[in-house]
């Protein structure tokens, strides 16, 4: 007979799952013979249960850094709600209640602590620290700790200090986004020697990612969102500006938005993060201060309305989406304006930094304007090897290009730039091209140019997305004041017979319209239709018992869960105890509402 899995069963009892995540029993093994290791894995990746499952099982105390006061207690509580003991101390907690959390600490009661940086390096709380029985150091998202990171923080930088006050004690640093340089940095700023690094796919297959060309980027959105009612999303934009005009017209539209940003008080920051959280807000139209260890599984949208700055960012927030494993989408609106809004952002950088911001951009343009698979690209971005063959999961892959030869467009834009004296911009060019007798261009004599009016045939539109596409190609590069300036690589084209292929024209927003139509209408056919009503009958039955216990919807059961419950309409306890994320207390505490539900749906 096989001897249990110690693991497994606690794993099912605390959790309600039957098997782990790829990675997480190799990440928990190595905790729990007391090794230090570094958990790099994508969001959504599981990577919290690598130390919640160790700290249920070792003797003591596990302390979790986390950067986000605001999200403690969700974390805590979706915790406690499976029957873990946890608990959280920072500043919006009173000296009464804080005394109460901490006797319940030295007396044995609570198996994991939350604390942010700046809470756990206070003098007076280094010291209690070094009181405590702490068995295990947490520190989640690390990529704060190198400055190489996207998002450096410089409280984590001082976390080697409390390692030092701690010895023998194993630590755990988990992110998911890490580069080698970022990897080695976190294993030097913690003072590791040698230790387990696991490490897991960048690829989510579960999410859809999607670049569409901006035309009309509000009615393009407008209608995105329409397709998606009653779902949540995150739409992230470049800066405060157009953050709060956005929610603003979504808003007067209908769409059920809030803008968030640093700008806002941190009292409305917490109550806007706050409805999103619990369901009461279905849409956060916000900067990239929105988002670092939002918990909120079920988000099955992202969507980029400007150009991020990196690949790193960009990652981290799509990442957002798609936390439960069911199918979610990642679009990015792009538009060469964009670039240059980003470009001229460098300029105010100091100079020392401005090579590697603007190599970081050149990054995010090569893939938005790629035909490669999306999913390669932030795989092999990230150092992994990918797979031959489509994803289907991306547009470029279930919507390949098929690239069109622009060689005759290239050589007449390529003279048209050669001809004016490589002193202008992209508009300037077209409109020479197009033969637009502008105040500019009569005054320049361009219209003399044997390149004026060449071009025509073509629209506009088509000239300015091909002039994008050959600074992509290098054929020509974009300086100060958006001049285009030719390489040596033109010559090739001009005058050595080199074709020219690009990707063709965007689709037109009815046609994007309708492949949203079909996917939605395609995911609504796989549940079916009866399970469908059932989980929309079961998620109304969850918002309700989260709001009688204040907590979010997800503390109760993610939309996986719903979903399988669903799909298979258990009768009894003992078949929902079948349901993957239905653990002993959960069962206890819900089985029968659920069950109620289900034979009320059925009839």
């Not at 190198?146 to 390692?163: M, N």
């Not at 798609?322 to 670039?339: A, K, N, P, T």
């Not at 073509?458 to 992509?472: D, F, S």
């Not at 399970?531 to 929309?536: A, K, N, P, V």
Request: proline share 4%.
């Amino acid at each position: 007979m096989t001897a249990p899995d110690p693991l497994l069963a606690a794993l099912r009892r605390f959790f309600g799952y039957d098997r782990f995540r790829p990675l997480q029993r190799e990440a928990i093994e190595s905790v729990l013979a007391g090794r230090d290791t570094v958990v790099i894995a994508p969001t959504g990746g599981g990577k919290s249960l690598c130390y919640q499952l160790p700290a249920l099982l070792l003797d003591g105390i596990t302390v979790v850094v986390s950067p986000l006061i605001a999200l403690m207690k969700d974390q805590v509580d979706g915790l406690t709600e499976s029957g873990v003991p946890a608990t959280f101390l920072n500043s919006s907690i009173p000296a009464g209640e804080s005394s109460r959390r901490l006797k319940s600490l030295f007396a044995g009661k609570t198996k994991l602590l939350y604390l942010a940086p700046e809470r756990l390096l206070m003098d007076g709380f280094l010291e209690i620290i070094q009181k405590l029985p702490v068995r295990l150091l947490a520190i989640d998202e690390a990529h704060c700790i190198s400055e190489w990171g996207h998002d450096f923080r410089r409280e984590y930088r001082q976390l080697r200090r409390v390692r030092s006050l701690l010895p023998g004690v194993p630590c755990i640093a988990l992110t998911a986004t890490a580069t080698d340089k970022v990897q080695q940095d976190i294993v030097k700023q913690l003072g590791m020697g040698e230790h387990t690094l696991v490490k897991g796919s960048f690829v989510r297959r579960n999410l859809f990612y999607e670049v569409r060309t901006k035309q009309e980027a509000y009615r393009q959105l407008a209608d995105y969102l329409r397709e998606r009612a009653g779902e949540s999303g995150i739409i992230y934009c470049g800066s405060r500006k157009v953050t709060d005009s956005l929610a603003e017209r979504l808003v007067a539209d209908g769409f059920d938005a809030l803008a968030y940003h640093a700008g806002l008080t941190p009292k409305q920051r917490s109550e806007r993060q706050e409805k999103f959280i619990r369901d009461d807000t279905g849409i956060i139209v916000a900067t990239i201060a929105f988002g670092m260890g939002i918990d909120k599984p079920n988000i099955r949208f992202v969507v980029h309305y400007d150009l991020p700055r990196t690949i790193e960012g960009y990652y981290q927030e799509t990442g957002r989406a798609g936390r439960d494993g069911l199918e979610s989408e990642c679009v990015l609106f792009y538009s060469y304006g964009d670039r240059l809004k980003i470009d001229h952002f460098i300029e105010d950088k100091p100079e020392h930094l401005r090579e590697a911001a603007r190599r970081q951009l050149m990054q995010v343009i090569g893939f938005a304007e790629s035909t490669v698979c999306r999913h390669r690209q932030i795989a092999e971005y990230f150092g992994e090897v990918f797979p031959e063959g489509p994803c289907g999961m991306c547009d470029n892959c279930t919507k390949p290009v098929e690239l069109v030869d622009a060689t005759t467009m290239a050589q007449m834009l390529l003279s048209a730039v050669r001809r004016t004296g490589e002193r202008f911009g992209p508009a300037y060019v077209v409109d020479v091209l197009l033969g637009n007798e502008t105040d500019r261009v009569l005054h320049n004599r361009h219209a003399d140019l044997s390149v004026f009016g060449i071009g025509r045939d073509y629209p506009k539109t088509a000239w300015m997305g091909l002039a994008r596409q050959l600074v992509t190609m290098g054929y020509m590069v974009q300086g100060e004041y958006s001049v285009l300036k030719l390489t040596a690589q033109c010559r090739r084209v001009l005058f050595e017979g080199e074709r020219v292929m690009v990707k063709p024209q965007a689709p037109s927003a009815r046609e994007r319209q309708k492949t949203d139509r079909a996917r939605r209408a395609a995911r609504v056919a796989a549940a079916g239709p009866a399970s469908e009503g059932l989980f929309q009958a079961l998620r109304r039955l969850r918002k309700q018992i989260a709001d009688d216990m204040d907590v979010p919807p997800y503390v109760i059961f993610n939309d996986a869960t719903l979903r399988e419950m669903a799909a298979s309409a258990p009768r009894t306890l003992e078949a929902m105890r079948e349901v993957s994320g239905v653990g002993e207390r959960k069962l206890a505490q819900y089985g029968e509402r659920f069950l109620a539900a289900i034979a009320e749906y059925r009839g």
